[in-house]
């Protein structure tokens, strides 16, 4: 597998170290801090001061015999960016020396890294030294609301340490109720508040059994700790992912609003919670819920964002988990979907067989378990591991399992007397779920043939198993999940959805201490204040999160103008540059259907050149095209809006054509969009088409030259789709690309067969 080729290089690292310990006896490494604005005027750099300051200390090394083998001191690093100083490895005495010298500001050892988790912030991209985190002082004064399902306050995702003070136009609470106290709210946590009030109605006489803004299924407290939780050392499922925990906006506040119960979810309750966090005033509402079978002006979601919109608060919704083309729901215009990818994370059982080869297989089994040189078994009538029968007559040891499930046959092998077990698969949801309840691993097919020679050619084959290793870099990645939701969307096809993809397979974040969240074996259940759950719920609030952020960085921007920036500058390509593959459709090259844009680029978003931007009466000319009546769409925009110009061609970063399936003729759909320059004051761009197969694409012009920052232009595009009886869907893109300058802005085209409308 690729991922082993770096374990050699990380040991050969780690002695390397060990060895100049010992080498320079007493020294050890020391970062050390610089005042720059002291640095004399004859160095023409900071690295001569530093090079100087430390070839200085030469004179109290103390003198030995073995001078000759002592080794010289240096530089290991260098920094004026995050900070001014350097690291170098130092005597206490050549320490006690440095301080003396002109410009000392302070020193400290350097300290071990840990890994840190949920990743996905590295994943993205996100950095403490350049881009979005720094612009947006980590979402400084930003208010997250997320409707969901509860909180658990107590979390160490919410203490305030480090928190700015609530923002004065913050008008919530923290309501007080069942087991919940008012205090339990901060400067982290600045609101909660519960709506069960549909609940009741539904069922006069159901006891509410947590009757409070306290979370009792875990599902909001992952939510809001992924969008907007404090920083957490020591974070880990079960040794898994450890390290420092972090929302993606770690300094935006978070509101909850609980609107999902044990006893029921109604629409009234969701409605309820929405609008009053618009009233709340938060900049940015998370939702990782959604409605099916349902049109816009039925949609609580849909009617409850549309007047978040009209006061500029953008709602960040996921895309929903049910695999299939046009399953997708909060296919919502003026809303944010999000569907689900993967991570550059792999879990890892380390594999080590007796003739010395190793390799890494696929574990989450939850426990420091100890599988040493044990007999290796395998034998092809019992390896589909099916039977108890069968499994009955093996000894102790790790036993070979091979064609048949995973969970399967690992319910068989727990009732066996095997110790262990090495699964050979390749199912998808192997990746996607945290179940890992028996000691084992699963390898690919690919790599299985090794091990297959040589438990079948070695006399006494034995074999090791280690557990709790996380990898990362992980190639391909990412790759779309295969429970996230395609479009087209149902409730309205006509503008593409989802809109982008977010890491949303086995994110680490916050969870609730009361429930069972692993097992081992089939009776013995575990729990844990972190898990690693998977769901198109999980990848909308890194999405929220990036919101936030760019919210506060462009604090004038309209949520069109910050959807229209995550998408322009999505990345639809993996991390080996190839194009983004779906894993729920045979690893095929993945259509916008299923990822949006792409891959969200936080820090491309940050600066993204072009926008798209839409107004509350773009999206009502919009609803006027849509054969509703004048009540249905009042149900939505809550006013008096006059249909002036009704038309379906939104202004939105994304373009997709509909045909009947069996289409014997020809269609041809145009499309005006307008951007506007949010970057150099004078740009010019110049087009580059890729059409779909089997399409012609034409724009004009296909030179935009703007004179100043925020001037708008205006273009057509025109898809000529010819006859397809096969319901093929095809894909392409335009980009503008800035001439002399290092914008692109990127658009997805979609042609596919019409679907129905709910």
């Keep these: 597998m690729e991922l082993i080729k770096h374990i050699p290089f990380l040991l050969l690292f780690s002695l390397f170290i060990s060895h100049a310990k010992l080498a320079l006896g007493e020294r050890s490494s020391y970062i050390v801090h610089m005042d720059k604005s002291l640095m004399p005027k004859v160095f023409p750099t900071h690295n001569h001061w530093y ?33 001014h100083g350097f690291s170098a490895v130092l005597s206490k ?3 006690e020396a440095l301080k003396k010298s002109p410009g000392f500001v302070s020193a400290y050892s350097d300290r071990s890294v840990t890994l840190d988790t949920t990743h996905t912030f590295e994943f993205l991209s ?19 609301g997320v409707i969901d399902t509860g909180v658990w306050p107590e979390s160490p995702s919410y203490v305030d340490d480090g928190m700015p003070e609530v923002p004065s136009r913050w008008k919530g609470t923290c309501e007080a109720g069942q087991e919940f106290n008012s205090s339990l709210c901060n400067k982290k946590l600045i609101g909660v508040r519960y709506f069960n009030k549909g609940v009741i109605a539904g069922n006069p006489n159901v006891t509410i059994s947590m009757n409070s803004g306290r979370d009792t299924e875990g599902h909001g407290t992952h939510t809001s700790s992924t969008a907007a939780g404090n920083y957490v050392a ?48 938060v900049d940015v509402i998370s939702i990782s819920m959604g409605f099916d079978g349902v049109p816009l002006y039925e949609d609580p979601i849909a009617i409850a964002s549309f007047g978040a ?79 108890t029968e069968a499994l009955s007559r093996v000894g102790y040891g790790i036993v070979i399992c091979e064609n048949g499930s995973v969970f399967s046959q690992m ?33 690919s097919p690919v790599d299985a043939p090794y091990l297959i020679e040589y438990v079948t050619n070695a006399a006494k084959p034995f074999a090791s198993i280690n557990f709790q290793q996380t990898l990362v870099g992980a190639k391909p ?28 397979s086995l994110v680490l974040a916050s969870w609730i201490p009361n429930t069972q969240t692993a097992l081992i074996g089939s009776n013995i259940g575990l729990t844990s204040d972190f898990i690693l759950a998977s769901g198109t719920s999980m990848a909308c609030p890194h999405a929220s999160g990036i919101a936030a952020l760019l919210r506060g960085a462009h604090p004038e921007w309209s949520p069109a103008a910050i959807r229209s920036a995550m998408a322009t500058t999505a990345n639809p390509l993996d991390n080996t540059q190839r194009y983004i593959r779906d894993s729920g459709f045979d690893y095929e090259i993945a259509t ?89 004051d004078t740009a010019t761009y110049k087009v580059r088409v890729d059409a779909p197969a089997g399409s012609t694409v034409t724009v004009y012009p296909t030179m935009l030259q703007f004179g100043n920052k925020y001037e708008k232009l205006s273009y057509n595009l025109t898809i000529n789709y010819k006859a397809n009886t096969t319901g093929a869907i095809t894909f392409g893109s335009i980009t503008w690309v800035e001439q002399n300058g290092g914008h692109t802005v990127r658009t997805p085209i979609v042609v596919a067969p019409m679907i129905p409308i709910w």
């Design 51 to 83: 090079s100087f300051a430390i070839n200085s200390l030469k004179s109290v090394t103390p003198k030995s015999s073995d001078d000759h083998h002592q080794k010289p001191l240096r530089l290991v690093y260098t920094y004026d960016n995050a900070f």
């Design 93 to 95: 005495a050549e320490l």
């Design 126 to 144: 996100l950095n403490p030294y350049a881009g979005l985190w720094p612009a947006s002082d980590y979402g400084k004064g930003v208010i997250v």
């Design 234 to 281: 020591g974070a880990s499922f079960f040794g898994y992912a450890a390290g420092t925990a972090r929302g993606i906006a770690p300094r935006a506040h978070v509101a909850m609003y609980k609107v999902i119960w044990d006893e029921g979810r109604f629409a009234s309750d969701v409605l309820a919670g929405m609008d009053q966090a618009v009233a709340d005033g």
């Design 309 to 387: 919109m009209e006061k500029g608060v953008l709602v960040s919704s996921s895309a929903g988990n049910e695999h299939s083309i046009g399953s997708l729901h909060n296919g919502i215009p003026w809303v944010l979907t999000v569907a689900a990818g993967s991570i550059d994370r792999f879990f890892s059982g380390g594999l080590t067989l007796g003739n010395g080869a190793r390799t890494n297989g696929w574990t989450t089994f939850p426990a420091p378990a100890i599988a040493s040189n044990l007999p290796l078994i395998y034998n092809k009538s019992i390896s589909s591991c099916n039977s």
């Design 411 to 443: 319910d068989f092998v727990s009732q066996s007397n095997a110790a262990a077990a090495i699964y050979i698969a390749d199912d998808i949801d192997i990746f996607e779920f945290s179940d890992f309840p028996y000691p084992g691993i699963v390898i």
């Design 477 to 504: 990645a990412p790759v779309v999940a295969s429970y996230t939701s395609r479009g087209p969307a149902p409730s309205y096809p006509g503008v593409l959805k989802p809109d982008v993809m977010a890491p949303g």
């Design 592 to 680: 916008p259907l299923a990822m949006g844009a792409g891959q969200v680029d936080p820090n491309r978003a940050l600066d993204p050149g072009l926008i798209y931007d839409a107004t509350p009466q773009d999206y009502v000319d919009l609803l006027c095209s849509m054969n509703f009546t004048q009540n249905q769409i009042k149900t939505i925009t809550r006013s008096s809006y006059t249909c002036s110009s009704p038309s379906a061609d939104l202004n939105y970063p994304s373009f997709i054509t509909l045909y009947s399936n069996g289409t014997t003729y020809g269609i041809v759909q145009e499309f005006r969009r307008t951007v506007t320059n949010v970057g150099s």
